[in-house]
């Protein structure tokens, strides 16, 4: 069955040939001659996303080669296979592949991107199209740019981790930072539809694996790196050189990096393309010399936002807002704002549309509020230990009780983050319900007892820490310890529509959780 975001296609596709398709990418062909007439309308690398017309490239992957399911490609209506000297061998294997034509490429991946957007005529060269990478904030800053580009372009496209949009059409995104055909195709359509920007978040898996290859975006931004992923990365070093590069002459034209961590200041020297610098961090030495910096910040003890001073690079001073409370949304705002001014919106404009963001889901997102005898309970995002901190310290000064957390850790994901994580908890909340995030394959039990570890090292007697094997229990449970001056804080999952468990994907959100439970304490008759 075809995913929806395979379904994101443009409604009167190009063609092109397929003889074309060869000497365009110089690529080698198993079997004879290609038909001349044969043309092609598509590209993926799903086979189950197939559509009549396609080129299936079939790439090798981390448990099986891509190759295996071309009889299912072609089954659906594939007119060609592209692959490696292995997928070649696969494909011939399969009967369903006699007299489809194989094309062979040393790195069919590197290839992906560039072929998707050669198909579909080059979609992207239609918009004002902006990035953006970093551990913590991607999401955020993405939907505060898409906020100031929406004053100049009446439609507009995100990618990202919590939707894919076009307009006010959109669907839930598989991951950060979709395949390269996928993001070539959802240009098409949009271009169809009349969208002319698209604000994109780009992940460093996406940018290792070349998902944004073939797109040279016009701006592109960084907002901090910070331990996570280095399962996949190695060590940060590794994570560092696959953020970089966003910013090669061949991905972007310009790029704006926060230089509140090392990492970034070393991204500004060592762009190769022209960067601006910004610093968030009030009387910080980075802010004497930043291109940009906030020179003051008033974090709003309502919870709501803050309000800041930003100093542009002729040293004209302007105000600004974040409409979400904590100082690492001060950042976020920043560079949203400066991302946005070089993408071509007007600077005021930029502003004013950034201070009046709405919500963006899963990010300091305040689900109850504290009012009749609730307390006040927020779902966040953070899931690395800094944004960990982050969160914590942003909802402290804002919690006349106390912060109640409700918190886990992936599983197949970096390990060793996971006592490090524990250990800020019990530094900085009160009351801690540690139970599981997306176990995946692992044993949830070993997830929950590494992060204790990390909570014993800060509180040996485990006094006000509780455990649950559930994460709506978790919700619950926390509900039942609250009083309406404490704050709930749920981080790790944010908007996510499910869980994953065992291999398993289960719907399930924090957001509704949290609605139940306060539904089920006021039927109980407790307070409201």
Known sequence: MT?????????????????DLL??????????AVSQGLRLTGVSVASGDVQPGDLFIALAGAHAHGATYAAQ????????VLTDARGVQIVEAQPAAD?????????????AGPIAAWAHDNPAASFVTVGVTGTNGKTTTTYFVDAAVRTAHAVTVVMGTVELRIGAEAIESPRTTVEAPVVHSILALARERGATACTMEVSSHALALGRVRGL????????NLQRDHLDFHGDMEGYFRDKARLFAPSQARRGVVVVDDAWGRRLVAESPIPVESVATHVGSPEGATADWAVTSADIGLDGVGSTFTLRGPDGVEHTAISPLPGLVNVSNAALAIVLAYRAGIDLTDAIHSVGTAHEIPGRMERVVERADGRPLAIVDYAHTPDALVLALEAVRPITPGRLILVFGSDGDRDTGKRPIMGQIAAR???VLVVTDENPRSEVPAEIRAAILAGVRAERPGLADVHEATSRTQAIHDAFDLATDQDTIIITGKGHEPTQEIAGVFHRYNDRDVLRAADARRTSRGLPA
Do not use: Y
């Open 216 to 223: 040279e975006f016009d701006v592109v931004g960084f907002t």
């Open 428 to 430: 900085l909340a009160d």
């Open 3 to 19: 995913s929806p975001q395979g379904r994101m296609r443009p409604q009167h596709p190009a063609e092109h040939r397929v003889v």
């Open 99 to 111: 007299g489809i034509p194989v094309l062979v490429a040393a790195d069919p991946r590197a290839l």
């Open 73 to 80: 490609a072609i089954a659906r209506g594939a007119v060609a």
């Open 23 to 32: 000497t365009t990418f110089a690529l080698g062909a198993q079997g004879g």
